[in-house]
């Protein structure tokens, strides 16, 4: 076989071609990786510094602290207290369910609150912070923070959570704080705004003035540069670039406080004669002045810190199932009807009519109408009984032989010109308006049924002595007593101050009826109490804070032959849910009125023996405390010790 020509020239040609070929390629790869460090090292640097740099920091959101809620003299209903929490960091943990099950030996966490962390992982993801347990014991606290080296993306994490110090005695009037739902990060109009709710334990109001008042209470969220390393774990904190959160605003209230407690503690103490150890009951003051409520209480209650930590599911269907009805605003969502104490209205309604307050009519204990006798409550009747009298005694006899030609829509009339029928703007959800019966609202209740929507007389004489479809609200018979006072439709209000910015008493018009049909009821109410009426029991000895009043008594279940048959002949043989309603409203002092008040005793039995030594060993208090006459808080100081001016 011959051998290769080593100079031949076509084949040094091809392999100088090729060499060239390389040689060329390699030149240009290098050329172009050279350019681009260039670009990236020299051309570029300050830009992809920047890149780095942003990598290196993460912006973390500072919580504000909710605004504060305290009463008329800057007493705290609702404030802030440290809480000691776990947080973990999903993607920082590795093993999430391994992490929770070392910190189930120090802190217990239920198999809810595993399924709960675990959905917030899902919809929060992995690099956002997750609240495992808040509300830690020191000692607890303490171990976590020993076991830390162990637990992997778990942060230990001093917060903030809301604290109600007066508990269930100011729950009614302050509501309370929850968790963050779906809805309400939908609810929310900025990114900003849904990032913040997504802070881990962040809480937003769920009911009363908590609710109501949320914007105003949540404050406006601060922010922080924090410096982090590869593995995105925090390895400082820029604390001189940050901007700080700003509080939520405080909201002064009209209540004090110690009243609140102090009526609270009275509506609890069981009704002398009457075997039920739980009352249930609410209670309304309120000054007749201005409006403002000093007390607003409803028993039993609940405690808006067990809401606020997380509330029990065992405690929640108790307090579901409870026929006292604890989680019911009683002052404002509890209707009754009103029994006797209408008969204030009644009695204006019938001088509106023609009536004088001379106009006397002989009570024997009943009277006949239609078809049936209408009996008054005393049985052996009170005899000759005048306008005054009729109060005095809570005569029925008297009112049933006014409504005999008595026009219901003036009853009406009268009923809202002193505040039933009515809601107000205190700024609690649930408020309900009760019902004040007349031709128009018979026929709309009963347009299904023509045959019962014609106002039959005999209605009237129901109505007239606060039975029948009248019901109304604590609230309302509150604000009737004020307004029965001074003759002015006096407006309650409960809410004196958002922030700095103080708000001003409704006005108080004088009421369009003539004042000397007042002076009447005046009279009756004044002889209740201070003239051996049916409230004798319940008068003031100071001479000075002279309490005028009307019992009341509501009929919830009407005593059968067949009742009697088996012993139950009185209200006190019934079971609890069976007895009667006891109500009582006052004003005092009588010739120059300052606070008002209503209190309902459910299933009470009397407002004489029931409701009315509740209010009077509640107006006690209040004229020893004589609220009127201390100077209430000037919000605006607050902003001024905080060194800044709130809205």
């Not at 609690?428 to 045959?451: C, H, L, M, T």
């Not at 003239?531 to 000075?544: I, N």
């Not at 009929?555 to 006891?582: F, M, N």
Request: aromatic share 8%.
């Amino acid at each position: 076989m011959a051998g290769v020509n080593a100079h031949d020239p076509e084949r040094q040609e091809t392999v100088s071609r090729r060499t060239v070929l390389l040689g060329g390629g390699v030149s240009l790869l290098f050329g172009g990786i050279a350019t681009r460090l260039y670009q990236l090292q020299i051309a570029d640097h300050q830009k992809y510094l920047d890149l780095a740099q942003e990598n290196q920091f993460n912006r973390r959101v500072l919580t504000p602290l909710r605004g504060e809620i305290v009463d008329r003299f800057g007493g705290p209903l609702a404030s802030n207290r440290k809480n000691f929490r776990v947080l973990l960091v999903p993607e920082q943990a590795r093993d999430v369910d391994a992490i929770l099950d070392k910190i189930n030996k120090i802190t217990p966490v239920s198999e809810d609150k595993r399924a709960r962390v675990m959905r917030e992982i899902r919809r929060r993801g992995a690099f956002t912070p997750v609240q495992i347990a808040d509300n830690l014991s020191w000692e607890d606290f303490s171990k976590l923070n020993f076991e830390l080296p162990h637990l992997s993306g778990v942060l230990p994490d001093v917060g903030e959570t809301r604290d109600y110090p007066y508990g269930a005695d100011a729950a009614f009037v302050v509501g309370y704080v929850g968790a963050v739902t779906e809805r309400d990060l939908s609810a929310q109009e900025s990114d900003e705004d849904r990032l913040l709710l997504r802070q881990p334990g962040f809480k937003v109001g769920r009911e009363g003035l908590e609710r109501t008042y949320e914007d105003e209470l949540r404050g406006d969220a601060g922010a922080m540069n924090v410096k982090i390393n590869a593995h995105g774990r925090v390895i400082e904190e820029m604390v001189d670039s940050a901007v700080p959160p700003t509080q939520g605003r405080t909201l002064t209230l009209t209540i004090d406080s110690e009243l609140q407690a102090h009526t609270m503690k009275v509506l609890a103490e069981p009704t002398p004669g009457v075997d039920q150890d739980i009352q249930s009951a609410a209670a309304v003051v309120m000054d007749v002045v201005n409006g403002d409520i000093l007390v607003l209480a409803s028993t039993p209650a609940f405690n808006p810190n067990d809401f606020n930590v997380g509330i029990d599911p065992d405690l929640w269907r108790d307090l579901n199932a409870s026929p006292y009805k604890p989680l019911l605003n009683k002052p404002l969502s509890g209707v009754y009807p009103p029994g006797s104490t209408f008969k204030v209205i009644s009695a204006v309604a019938a001088q509106r009519a023609g009536v004088k307050p001379n106009h006397s009519v002989h009570c024997n204990g009943r009277i006949w109408y239609g078809n049936r006798y209408f009996h008054c409550w005393k049985r052996g009747g009170h005899g000759h009984v005048d306008m005054k009298n009729s109060l005095k005694h809570s005569c029925d006899v008297f009112y049933y032989d006014i409504a005999k030609t008595l026009e219901i829509d003036l009853l009406a009339d009268t009923a809202r010109k002193f505040g039933l029928g009515q809601t107000y703007e205190l700024g609690i959800p649930g408020q309900q308006r009760g019902v004040v019966p007349d031709r128009d609202w018979k026929r709309e209740y009963f347009s299904g049924n023509p045959a019962q929507q014609p106002w039959f007389q005999g209605e009237t004489l129901s109505c007239i002595i606060g039975q029948g479809y009248v019901t109304s609200t604590p609230l309302q018979l509150a604000v009737m007593s004020a307004r029965v006072a001074t003759g002015k439709a006096v407006r309650p209000r409960l809410v004196r101050a958002v922030g700095d910015l103080v708000l001003p008493a409704p006005e108080a018009p004088l009421i369009d009826v003539d004042q000397e049909h007042l002076a009447v009821v005046r009279a009756g109410m004044n002889a209740v109490t201070n003239e051996y009426g049916t409230a004798a029991r319940s008068r003031l000895e100071d001479p000075e804070w002279q309490m005028a009043g009307k019992t009341g008594t509501s009929q919830v279940y009407a005593i059968t032959a067949e009742d009697r048959a088996h012993g139950l002949a009185k209200p006190e043989d019934l079971p609890w849910a069976r007895r009667d309603h006891a109500l009582f409203v006052s004003y005092m002092p009588f010739e120059n009125p300052r606070y008002a008040c209503a209190v309902v005793v459910e299933h009470g039995i009397g407002g004489a023996r029931a409701a009315g030594p509740k209010a009077r060993d509640i107006m006690k208090a209040v004229a020893e405390k004589d609220p009127a006459s201390r100077t209430p808080l000037d919000p605006r100081s607050l902003a001024r010790a905080a060194g800044v001016r709130e809205g």
